[in-house]
């Protein structure tokens, strides 16, 4: 898996060679350089930090944003496991599951604009991009949504894993 696209250029347009994927142990999980243990994760930390901060995900536009996550999990309350998500975003914004394509729309657009996450890091799947989306509800309000995706491992599109509605 290649970083190079986000990590070659600092925020403003420069290369920045402490984000640099051949020093920074991003590109294959280990340091470039003959540092310690602890610089080693701190030099990762500070890189996927700024990298949250300055850049788009990976192949933004080409993220998939899967229909079956909403109408099968989210927005189910016949799923045990999603009943308190279902019920947060048909109260908080108006979405069902018989609307769910303007919830599903306004999330995909966001992220495929090329928006840069509020957090990244990285699992042992892959790396995780964390985005803060503002999703208006047929209800007329207009409140955050997280939606979390990744680029797995081996993968080179990212894919939405989980998504919810923010506070209460």
């Known amino acids: 898996m290649q970083y190079s696209e986000i990590t070659k250029r600092n925020c403003c347009g420069r290369e920045d060679e402490r984000m640099n994927a051949s020093n920074s142990g991003l590109a294959h999980g280990t ?14 930390r500070k890189a996927v930090e700024n990298v949250s901060q ?11 944003t899967p229909r079956e996550k909403f109408i099968a999990y989210s927005l189910n309350y016949s799923n045990p496991n999603a009943k308190g998500k279902a019920e947060a975003y048909e109260r908080g914004l108006g979405y069902t599951i018989s609307n769910a394509e303007g919830l599903i729309s306004q999330i995909h657009n966001y992220v495929t604009e090329g928006r840069p996450p509020y957090e990244v890091s990285r699992t042992q799947y892959g790396i995780k991009y964390k985005f ?14 997280i939606a ?12 939405m894993i989980t998504n919810y509605l ?3």
């Not at 243990?37 to 701190?42: D, L």
């Not at 803060?132 to 949504?145: A, M, S, Y």
């Not at 680029?151 to 080179?156: A, I, K, S």
Request: proline share 9%.
């Open 31 to 44: 340091s470039g350089s003959p540092q310690t243990t602890i610089e080693n994760g701190e030099a990762e």
């Open 54 to 64: 300055c850049f788009s995900m990976p192949k933004y536009q080409h993220a998939v």
């Open 132 to 145: 803060r989306i503002p999703v208006t509800g047929p209800n007329g309000k207009t409140r955050n949504v």
């Open 148 to 159: 979390v995706y990744q680029l797995d491992n081996g993968e080179t599109i990212p894919r």
């Open 166 to 168: 923010e506070g209460k």
